[in-house]
């Protein structure tokens, strides 16, 4: 009974370190994209405004004692040929084009004269991870009112989307120059040197340019109105 007991347990042992031996490299290429916001996201299919920033994992196991080399190829989809590639295990890359792009992870295992092979043959069924960057859009108001309700307060923006570029001028009828900013999410509150400026018109001048290479050459007049109020605003609408 004992000898049997002995050989079970020492088949059981060979069983296990046979499997362990058929454990080969094995890749799963995944992403965290973090928004503009800070936001993050983790998966392969992505579809976001631009500026995005993602780091990209290769997720290898079993690597053991083989020796691995790794190529991030990065294409526009519809195109051919990388327009980037990186060699690194896991990297990085901030997105600022307008498009769909395709990631996918080259990568190559060496042991003695064994060779696992993730490449071109890999990725004709493989998904590759996806990176939609939207078209921009960039939107200003003709008006504000900042007057204290907490409401409409600040001038800026009225939508925008997809924007590496974000340059803002208010200049009052002589054309002087009272405030600019470099950041859609910014705006001028209307004051000049910390004071009120009056109620009036006013001047914006927007240059931007967006993630699909659209330049955004904006100029128009901005009310500001400092009577007005919300409760008004809704009281006239019914």
């Known amino acids: 009974m004992k000898i049997k007991q002995l050989f079970t347990l020492s088949a059981a042992l060979l069983t296990t370190l046979w499997a362990s031996a058929q454990q080969y490299p094995t ?8 928004t503009e916001d800070g936001q993050e996201e983790t ?19 079993n690597v053991g004692g083989y020796n691995a080399t790794y190529e991030w190829h990065f294409t526009l989809e519809g195109e051919k040929e990388p327009y980037l590639v990186r ?15 395709l990631i996918e992870l080259y990568a190559t295992f060496i042991q003695g ?18 990176v939609t960057i939207s078209e921009s859009i960039l939107e200003m ?35 002087q120059k009272l405030y600019e900013w470099h950041d859609p999410t910014g705006g001028w509150d209307g004051k000049f040197n910390g004071k009120d400026v009056k109620q ?4 914006v001048l927007v240059k931007a340019k967006g993630a699909d290479g659209r330049e955004y050459n904006i100029r128009r007049d901005v009310n500001l109105l400092r009577g007005f109020t919300e409760t008004e605003n809704s009281s006239s609408d019914q």
Do not use: M
């Not at 990297?91 to 084009?97: A, G, P, S």
């Not at 092979?117 to 991870?129: G, M, Q, S």
């Not at 907490?150 to 002589?174: D, G, M, P």
């Open 27 to 34: 890749i799963n290429p995944t992403a965290v994209c973090t």
């Open 43 to 61: 998966g392969t299919l992505f579809s976001k405004p631009a500026p995005l920033t993602a780091r990209f994992y290769a997720n290898a196991e």
């Open 87 to 101: 060699y690194e295990e896991d990297t990085d890359y901030n997105f600022t084009k307008a498009g769909t792009h």
């Open 113 to 130: 004269t064994d060779t696992i092979r993730y490449t071109e043959e890999y990725w004709l069924e493989a998904v590759p991870i996806r």
């Open 141 to 175: 108001p003709n008006a504000f009112s900042p007057n204290g309700d907490n409401w409409n307060e600040v001038y800026k923006a009225k939508k925008y989307q997809s924007l590496t570029e974000f340059h803002a001028y208010i200049f009052n009828r002589w054309g």
């Open 200 to 203: 009036g018109v006013y001047f």
